[in-house]
């Protein structure tokens, strides 16, 4: 997880080709519970922090995805602590039966950490 997160912050400040950082929390996904225990965002704080520092003044938007909303509310508000002012929703269904699968669930996270709709049901939610 270091190392990835390390790398994000590297994408972010050697790249300005994207307007969403997308899959922070990927590696959770596959988190080897049984070598190494529970996943706990806490343990990485100071590395997801990184790259929301890294990644706010840009004026780009994180995303949550809403497949498995595996940002936590906790996680959200670093976002929002670090100076990030908006965050989009993706579905990384692979099906179009499966798009915006759990998308409630990821607006009350998004929600509960500060941010509110757009101007429209296109424009990013903001702080």
Same mark, same amino acid.
């Given at each position: $997880?270091? /190392?990835?997160?390390?790398? $994000?912050?590297?994408? %972010?400040?050697?790249?300005?080709?994207?307007?969403?950082? *997308?899959?922070?929390?990927?590696? #959770? +996904?596959?988190?080897?519970?049984?070598?190494?225990?529970?996943? #706990?965002? *806490?343990?990485?704080?100071?590395?997801?922090?990184?790259?929301?520092? &890294?990644? &706010?003044?840009?004026?780009?938007?994180?995303?949550?995805?809403?497949?498995?909303?595996?940002?936590?509310?906790?996680?959200? #508000?670093?976002?929002?602590?670090? !100076? !990030?002012?908006?965050?989009?929703?993706?579905?990384?269904?692979?099906?179009?039966?499966?798009?915006?699968?759990?998308?409630?669930? &990821?607006?009350?996270? %998004?929600? &509960?950490?500060?941010? /509110?709709?757009?101007?429209? +049901?296109?424009?990013?939610? #903001? +702080?």
């Amino acid at each position: $997880m270091q /190392r990835y997160l390390g790398d $994000m912050v590297d994408l %972010v400040e050697q790249s300005q080709v994207f307007g969403v950082l *997308a899959h922070c929390d990927y590696p #959770r +996904r596959y988190w080897p519970t049984e070598r190494v225990g529970t996943y #706990r965002e *806490a343990d990485f704080e100071e590395h997801y922090r990184a790259v929301f520092a &890294a990644l &706010a003044p840009t004026e780009r938007a994180l995303e949550i995805n809403t497949k498995s909303p595996l940002a936590s509310v906790e996680l959200i #508000r670093w976002w929002w602590q670090e !100076g !990030g002012k908006a965050v989009s929703f993706g579905s990384d269904a692979h099906r179009p039966d499966r798009v915006g699968d759990q998308f409630e669930v &990821a607006v009350h996270i %998004v929600e &509960a950490a500060g941010f /509110r709709p757009g101007r429209d +049901r296109f424009d990013f939610w #903001r +702080r």
